[in-house]
C-alpha cells in the first residue's frame, strides 16, 4: 500500500534502537510519505541529526525553545501539522512522561499538543519493559488511545534476552499502513477506550472466586514446519487467549497457558507452556491435566505438512515448484472434550468466522463436544485479528449471548467471572472483582 501524501511525525527517543529509526524513515519516504523528525535530546547520542535530516529532507526538530522564535513553526503547529505522531523508539522514560502527560522537552509538548494519533514502538531492556511501572504505563497510555507496535521478543543490545526489542521497521510501516487503511485511530481519540487494567499489572484484591481451580487455556497460533526455515502459519496474535489466562489468574486460579508463538510477554502469574506445532501443543495440553476447566482460545492449524523436509528445499531453476502433502492435525478441542479418563469439568471453545457466524458456532460446539463456546467474525473487514477490540457470541448449550463490542480484555473478565460462576455455581460480574491498583 502507498502512503502517498501521508504526514507522520517521528519522535525518536533515547535508546540503542534509534539507530532502526534511519531506515524507517527511508521505508516511510519510498511509500511516498513525507516525514517530519524530532529528536529528543538522548536521541541526538545515538544518531546524528545530521543523518536524520538527510533522510527527511527537512529541518530536524530538537529545542523547544528555538521553536518558540516567531520565524520557527511553533510546537503546536509542529504536532498537528501530520496525519499520526510515531514515537520510536519509545522508551520506558519517554512513555511514562507520555502517560503522566509531562511537557518538559519538545517531544513530550509536541506529544501533549496534538490532536491527531499516536502510535508507539515500545523498545527497552526486558526488566524494564515487565516493571510493574511500565506496565501501569503502558496501560495508560492504551486507555488514552495510543496505539502500540511490538516490542519483540529477542536477544538485546544488554546481552539479556525477552521482550524489549523494538518492533523491525517493515513491522512499523505495516503498522501505519494498517492505521490509515482502517483509519480508526482518530475515533479511537476522540472516545477514549475504558480499557480494563492491564493483565500483568492489575492484581484482584477483590474475591478470588477461582482459588484451588485448575484452569488449562490454549493461544496463538500454531506454525507447522515445512523445512527447516519454512512454516504454514496462521494470523493469530494469541491476545485474546493470554488476556483470558491473566483474567482466570487474576481472580486467583491456578493456570497453565499453553501458548504457539507469539509476541506478547507471558502474563503474570500463569505457567506457560510455549510450543510450536498442534501436535507440541495437544501433548502440552495432556500433561497439564486433570483440570477444572478446560479454554481453547488457540488457532491449532487445522494441517501439517505431511512429511517435512530435514533439509531447506531448494528452488531448481526451471524445476516445478514442490507440491505439499498435507495431513489432518489433532483437534485439541474435542480431544480434551471427549477425554476418557479426564475431561474437564467445563471445556470452552472458541469459534473464529468469517460468515454465519453463530449458525456454524452452533454446529461446532456439538461436533466438537464442548460446552460452551465463543463466537466471532474474523473476516478481515471486523480487524478482530490482531487487533484490541472483539465482538462475541456466547453460546452455552441452548442459549446465546450477543455480548457488545468490547476489548479483548473486558471480554476476558467477562469470561473469566461467567467460568468462575459456573465452577462455583455462584454467578458473579466483573463488576463484582475491584480490578484497580492497590
Ligand atoms: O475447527 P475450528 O478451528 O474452527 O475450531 C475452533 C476451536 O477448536 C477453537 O477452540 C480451537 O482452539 C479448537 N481447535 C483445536 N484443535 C484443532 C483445531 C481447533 O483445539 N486442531
Same mark, same amino acid.
Given at each position: 500500500m502507498s502512503l502517498g501524501e501521508r504526514r507522520i511525525l517521528l519522535v525518536i527517543g533515547g535508546g540503542i534502537a534509534a539507530y532502526k529509526t534511519l531506515d524507517l524513515i527511508r521505508r516511510l519516504r519510498e511509500r511516498g510519505a513525507s516525514v517530519r523528525a524530532i529528536l529528543t535530546r538522548a536521541a541526538a547520542e545515538f544518531v546524528t541529526p545530521l543523518s536524520v535530516a538527510s533522510l527527511t529532507g527537512d529541518k530536524v526538530y530538537q529545542d523547544l525553545f528555538s521553536l518558540t522564535d516567531e520565524a520557527e513553526i511553533g510546537h503546536i503547529e509542529l504536532s498537528r501539522a501530520a496525519d499520526l505522531l510515531v514515537v520510536a523508539p519509545a522508551t520506558a522514560n519517554l512513555m511514562a512522561r507520555m502517560a503522566a502527560g509531562l511537557a518538559d522537552d519538545l517531544a513530550t509538548t509536541a506529544l501533549l499538543a496534538t490532536d491527531k494519533p499516536v502510535l508507539i514502538a515500545p523498545a527497552m531492556n526486558v526488566r524494564m519493559w515487565e516493571h510493574r511501572a511500565t506496565r501501569r504505563n503502558l496501560a495508560q497510555l492504551q486507555e488514552d488511545g495510543v496505539l502500540v507496535v511490538g516490542p519483540n521478543e529477542g536477544p538485546m543490545a544488554c546481552n539479556e534476552f525477552g521482550f524489549g526489542r523494538m518492533a523491525e521497521p517493515l513491522e512499523i510501516v505495516a503498522a501505519i499502513e494498517k492505521f490509515f487503511d482502517r483509519g480508526d485511530a482518530p475515533q479511537a481519540l476522540a472516545t477514549p477506550r475504558l480499557a480494563s487494567p492491564d493483565p500483568v499489572s492489575a492484581p484482584v484484591t477483590g474475591p478470588q472466586p477461582l482459588s484451588g481451580k485448575r484452569i488449562l487455556v490454549t493461544s496463538g497460533p500454531t506454525h507447522e514446519p515445512i523445512d527447516p526455515v519454512r512454516y504454514l502459519a496462521n494470523r493469530s496474535s494469541g491476545k485474546q487467549g493470554h488476556a483470558i489466562a491473566g483474567a482466570l489468574a487474576r481472580l486467583g486460579a491456578e493456570v497453565v497457558l499453553v501458548s504457539g508463538p507469539v509476541a506478547l510477554p507471558d502474563p503474570a502469574g500463569v505457567?506457560? *507452556? $510455549? =510450543?510450536?506445532?498442534?501436535? #507440541?501443543?495437544? /501433548?502440552?495440553?495432556?500433561?497439564?491435566?486433570?483440570? +477444572?476447566?478446560? !479454554?481453547?482460545?488457540?488457532? =491449532?492449524?487445522?494441517?501439517? *505438512?505431511?512429511?517435512?523436509? +530435514?533439509?531447506?528445499?531448494?528452488? #531448481?531453476?526451471?524445476?516445478?515448484?514442490?507440491?505439499?502433502?498435507? *495431513?489432518?492435525?489433532?483437534? !485439541?478441542?474435542?480431544?480434551?472434550? $471427549? $477425554?476418557?479418563?479426564?475431561?474437564? /469439568?467445563? =471445556?470452552?471453545?472458541?469459534?473464529?468466522? &468469517? #460468515?454465519?457466524?453463530v449458525e456454524f458456532a452452533i454446529t461446532k460446539r456439538i461436533r466438537k463436544g464442548c460446552d460452551w463456546i465463543v463466537a466471532n467474525d474474523v473476516s478481515p473487514k471486523t480487524g478482530i485479528m490482531g487487533?484490541?477490540?472483539?465482538?462475541?457470541?456466547? !453460546? &452455552?448449550?441452548?442459549?446465546?449471548? +450477543?455480548?457488545?463490542? %468490547?476489548?479483548? #480484555?473486558?471480554?476476558?473478565?467477562?469470561?473469566?467471572?461467567? !467460568?468462575?460462576?459456573?465452577?462455583?455455581?455462584?454467578? %458473579?460480574?466483573?463488576? +463484582?472483582?475491584?480490578?484497580?491498583?492497590?
Open positions: 505457567e506457560v *507452556v $510455549h =510450543v510450536e506445532t498442534a501436535d #507440541q501443543m495437544l /501433548r502440552a495440553c495432556e500433561a497439564a491435566l486433570p483440570v +477444572d476447566a478446560a !479454554i481453547c482460545a488457540a488457532a =491449532v492449524a487445522d494441517w501439517r *505438512v505431511a512429511s517435512n523436509a +530435514d533439509e531447506k528445499m531448494k528452488k #531448481q531453476p526451471g524445476g516445478e515448484p514442490p507440491s505439499l502433502r498435507l *495431513v489432518e492435525n489433532p483437534d !485439541i478441542l474435542a480431544t480434551l472434550s $471427549h $477425554h476418557a479418563s479426564a475431561r474437564p /469439568r467445563l =471445556v470452552v471453545g472458541f469459534a473464529a468466522e &468469517t #460468515q454465519n457466524v487487533g484490541d477490540a472483539n465482538t462475541v457470541h456466547l !453460546i &452455552t448449550g441452548g442459549n446465546i449471548e +450477543d455480548w457488545p463490542e %468490547m476489548s479483548k #480484555q473486558d471480554v476476558a473478565q467477562r469470561l473469566a467471572s461467567r !467460568i468462575a460462576g459456573e465452577l462455583n455455581a455462584t454467578t %458473579m460480574t466483573a463488576d +463484582d472483582m475491584d480490578w484497580d491498583q492497590p
